[in-house]
Each structure stands twice: as structure tokens, then as C-alpha cells.
């Protein structure tokens, strides 16, 4: 009974004119993000025309294609940038924005840490599979130390980018990371997020087998699943471990969830306020 209710919810938010199946690899944990996002946003009980979901260029940048709300499929690095026009032309939007790792923190990394510092109201998923899936397996700005990749098949020589700590020193409001593997934590994350009146990243954990996974010989797409199961640990019992035993761990959990801080658009709407006061 429960997967019919889950395969109900998501036709009612997918594009049946496009082709199925999609253009991700099988097994590819973007689908699983997709996922969860519907659930989530059915699960709030929101109108489809009242939410846009904005993407920039990759694997995960093809997911606007595939659901029924407003969208917008836009340049390398710049969804974010797109994203932050229309929330200010429709604040009363929910506006989701999807991104791999490389379109966040790569050419759009200052877009990333300055949407986060003027804490707009967007939420932003970032789909972390530390590589570029979609060109051919590049390294990106979270391809783990020492993992061979494409553009350094002798091992990569710089540290990667810690996605969630970096929106969260940044100023974001709220801050989560998940894995695909632990799904239903992931749904109520960006349910959080989505409520979230303030820039809210959910950092979504995934693998690319093709490429990453493939070129490291960590297995097939169900093994490199398991490894997100293993090598991952809550936000509390991080808490208990010494830093040499979280190398190499994936920590989850809510990173930050500030109350006192007034989304952008709001002050935006003083300053107008204000200006015409003066004027007037």
C-alpha cells in the first residue's frame, strides 16, 4: 500500500510528456534526491505553481526537466544568480535550487558563499558526488584527496570543499547533510529547508559509479551505496569522536538552524519602504 501512495505522489509532480526513462545513469543517486524533494514538497502540502526549481549545467542540472512546477534550466554556475532574480521579483515563492558540486563551488562557488551571506530565501540542494559525472569525470571541488580521476589519474593533490561547513560560516540560516542512502532523513531535511525563511542548503551525498566509482574500483553502483552507509556518522556521535577517527567520514545531520537572522528580501522591502519615506 505504501508504494502505491509513493508511486501516486509522483506522477502528480512529474512532466509525463517527457521521455522515461531519464538521462541518468542506472542506479544514479540523483533520482533518489528527485525523489525526496517530491515527497517533500508534497508532504507540505504546497501548490505547484507557487514553487520554481531552478538548475545550472550537469547530471543533476537536469532535473527541472522531469517535474511539473516553475522551472528553469539554466547557464554553468549561475542557477543560484537566476534563482536570487526571481525571489526578488516573487519572494512569495518557494524557490528551489538544484545543483552538483562542481556548478555550486566551482564557477559558481561566489555565488554559493554570497547567497548564503545576504541569506535570500532559496533553498539550495547540492547533489555531492565529487566529480564531474556528466563530461567525463574531472575532478571537482569535492573530489577527495588522493582519488583518481580523469584530469588526475595519478591521485588528486588538493583538499576538497566541505559543502555544508562553508554555507554555514558563510551566514546560511540552515545548513543539512544527508546521503542518498538514508533517504527518509534526507526528505525531512529539505522539508526543513524548504520551510526555512533564509538561505537553506541541504548538501545531498550521492556517488557517480560510471565515472568516480569506476576509475577507483570502489564497485558498482550498490557498492558504493554501502559505502555511504559506512562511512557515515550522525552529527552526535561525531560529537564523541577524535578528529583522526572522522577522516573520511560523511557527517550528518542539521549543522546550523538560526533563529535570528531576517531574510533578504524582507530587508529589501524595508530599504524601499524607507527610501520612499525619504523621498516622500
Same mark, same amino acid.
Given at each position: 500500500m505504501k508504494q502505491q501512495r509513493e508511486s501516486r505522489v509522483h506522477e502528480r509532480y512529474l512532466r509525463h510528456s517527457k521521455k522515461f526513462p531519464n $538521462?541518468?545513469?542506472? /542506479?544514479?543517486? =540523483?533520482?533518489?534526491?528527485? *525523489? +525526496?524533494? =517530491?515527497?517533500? $514538497?508534497? +508532504? !507540505?502540502?504546497? #501548490?505547484?505553481?507557487? $514553487?520554481? @526549481?531552478?538548475?545550472?549545467?550537469?547530471?543533476?542540472?537536469? @532535473?527541472?526537466?522531469?517535474? #511539473?512546477?516553475?522551472?528553469?534550466?539554466?547557464?554553468? *554556475?549561475?542557477? &543560484?544568480?537566476f534563482a536570487t532574480g526571481l525571489k526578488m521579483v516573487r519572494p512569495d515563492m518557494k524557490i528551489i535550487v538544484v545543483m552538483g558540486d *562542481? #556548478?555550486? !563551488?566551482? =564557477?559558481? *562557488?561566489?555565488?554559493? %558563499?554570497? +547567497?548564503?551571506?545576504?541569506? %535570500?530565501? !532559496?533553498?539550495?540542494?547540492?547533489?555531492?558526488?565529487?566529480?564531474?559525472?556528466?563530461? /567525463?569525470?574531472?575532478?571537482?571541488?569535492?573530489?577527495? &584527496?588522493?582519488a583518481r580521476a580523469a584530469t588526475a589519474p595519478y591521485g588528486h593533490i588538493e583538499h576538497p570543499f566541505p559543502i555544508a561547513e562553508l554555507a554555514v560560516t558563510a551566514g546560511a540560516s540552515y545548513v543539512a547533510r544527508s546521503t542518498v542512502y538514508h533517504v527518509i532523513e534526507l526528505e525531512k531535511f529539505i522539508a526543513q529547508a524548504i520551510q526555512k525563511d533564509g538561505f537553506a542548503l541541504v548538501e545531498a551525498v550521492s556517488y557517480c559509479h560510471t565515472t568516480l566509482g569506476r576509475i577507483n574500483r570502489w564497485g558498482r553502483a550498490p557498492d558504493m551505496m554501502r559505502r555511504l552507509k559506512e562511512q557515515s556518522v550522525t552529527v552526535r556521535q561525531a560529537e564523541k569522536m577524535s578528529a583522526n577517527d572522522l577522516k573520511g567520514k560523511i557527517v550528518r545531520g542539521v549543522l546550523t538552524d538560526r533563529q535570528d537572522m531576517i531574510e533578504y528580501t524582507k530587508l529589501y522591502d524595508q530599504i524601499i519602504e524607507r527610501a520612499q519615506e525619504e523621498v516622500g
Amino acid at each position: 500500500m505504501k508504494q502505491q501512495r509513493e508511486s501516486r505522489v509522483h506522477e502528480r509532480y512529474l512532466r509525463h510528456s517527457k521521455k522515461f526513462p531519464n $538521462v541518468w545513469c542506472a /542506479g544514479c543517486g =540523483i533520482g533518489i534526491v528527485l *525523489g +525526496a524533494i =517530491i515527497r517533500a $514538497v508534497d +508532504a !507540505l502540502q504546497l #501548490d505547484k505553481n507557487d $514553487v520554481a @526549481m531552478i538548475s545550472g549545467i550537469g547530471c543533476t542540472g537536469r @532535473m527541472p526537466v522531469y517535474v #511539473d512546477f516553475n522551472t528553469m534550466h539554466t547557464t554553468h *554556475g549561475r542557477a &543560484l544568480a537566476f534563482a536570487t532574480g526571481l525571489k526578488m521579483v516573487r519572494p512569495d515563492m518557494k524557490i528551489i535550487v538544484v545543483m552538483g558540486d *562542481g #556548478d555550486a !563551488l566551482a =564557477i559558481g *562557488g561566489n555565488h554559493f %558563499i554570497h +547567497a548564503a551571506r545576504r541569506n %535570500i530565501g !532559496l533553498t539550495a540542494i547540492v547533489v555531492n558526488n565529487a566529480t564531474y559525472g556528466m563530461t /567525463g569525470g574531472q575532478y571537482s571541488p569535492t573530489t577527495p &584527496l588522493g582519488a583518481r580521476a580523469a584530469t588526475a589519474p595519478y591521485g588528486h593533490i588538493e583538499h576538497p570543499f566541505p559543502i555544508a561547513e562553508l554555507a554555514v560560516t558563510a551566514g546560511a540560516s540552515y545548513v543539512a547533510r544527508s546521503t542518498v542512502y538514508h533517504v527518509i532523513e534526507l526528505e525531512k531535511f529539505i522539508a526543513q529547508a524548504i520551510q526555512k525563511d533564509g538561505f537553506a542548503l541541504v548538501e545531498a551525498v550521492s556517488y557517480c559509479h560510471t565515472t568516480l566509482g569506476r576509475i577507483n574500483r570502489w564497485g558498482r553502483a550498490p557498492d558504493m551505496m554501502r559505502r555511504l552507509k559506512e562511512q557515515s556518522v550522525t552529527v552526535r556521535q561525531a560529537e564523541k569522536m577524535s578528529a583522526n577517527d572522522l577522516k573520511g567520514k560523511i557527517v550528518r545531520g542539521v549543522l546550523t538552524d538560526r533563529q535570528d537572522m531576517i531574510e533578504y528580501t524582507k530587508l529589501y522591502d524595508q530599504i524601499i519602504e524607507r527610501a520612499q519615506e525619504e523621498v516622500g
